[in-house]
């Protein structure tokens, strides 16, 4: 069964400051999305990670794959307070295409 | 770029009662279609997965007489909670996949409230 986990569940954070969201998966796969949600909304596509090394950047957001490791990270560089959301990463799994989601990290940039 | 129509997106019923969803792709066939629910503060849990013209895949401990799903055609799948109670209030979000190098799209979601 593939299991992801997502740390930190919650971040709080300067206008201004850099920080990593970490997500660790347990079975192989190359295929990780990361999405942000906002509040009473649906989930906003932001990255698609197919292979190992991928690394995808738009705006103050970077996301990267490690598949021999199972990680893929978030950076967040210059917070703003707009990025004030939950990002979730989630990893499909191989039977059937399912997406297999993260626990989701509540980022809160104040200023 | 490709669209997933969630409808509605906010329903409020009485115990009992039961309530359809419904997702439409816009712009593209979706020969899969996933359902899932959200609570509060947590993540998306994925319920079951449809196929254009044959049985929806539940997941273990999802109740397929309760949460009906249908997916007549390849721009159409329909998600009814039959019998609906206060616990099934929740969020539900359906899902294509648009093909593996463009990842997923998702509807609007649907808040429902049993009362």
């Known amino acids: 069964e593939l299991k992801v986990e997502q740390n930190p569940l919650f971040l709080s954070m300067q206008e201004g400051k850099n920080y990593t969201i970490y997500c660790n998966y347990s079975?192989?796969?190359?295929?990780l999305y990361w999405y942000r949600q906002d509040p009473g909304k649906s989930l906003e596509s932001l990255f698609v990670?197919?292979?190992?090394?991928a690394v995808k950047q738009e705006g103050r957001l970077m996301a990267s794959l490690d598949t021999k490791a199972r990680l893929s990270t978030l950076h967040i560089t210059a917070a703003v307070h707009d990025l004030s959301a939950t990002y979730f990463c989630a990893v499909a799994w191989e039977y059937g295409n399912k997406l297999v989601f993260g626990a989701g990290t509540i980022l809160r940039v104040k200023s | 770029g490709a669209v997933v129509s969630q409808h509605p997106s906010r329903v409020i019923c009485k115990s009992g009662t039961s309530v359809k969803i419904e997702c439409r792709s816009l712009?593209?066939?979706?020969?899969?279609m996933f359902w899932y629910r959200q609570f509060p503060k947590q993540s998306l849990m994925l319920m079951a997965t449809?196929?254009?013209?044959?049985?929806?895949?539940?997941e273990q401990g999802v109740e397929k007489d309760k949460f009906l799903i249908n997916h007549a055609s390849l721009t159409l799948s329909t998600l009814t909670v039959t019998s609906a109670h206060p616990e099934d209030s929740s969020f539900y979000i359906c899902?294509?996949?648009?093909?593996?190098?463009?990842?997923?799209?998702f509807g609007s979601g649907t808040r429902l409230t049993v009362v």
């Open positions: 079975t192989t796969s190359d295929r």
């Open positions: 712009d593209f066939q979706a020969t899969t």
């Open positions: 990670l197919l292979s190992n090394g």
């Open positions: 449809s196929n254009e013209g044959s049985k929806a895949t539940y």
């Open positions: 899902s294509a996949l648009l093909g593996a190098n463009y990842g997923y799209t």
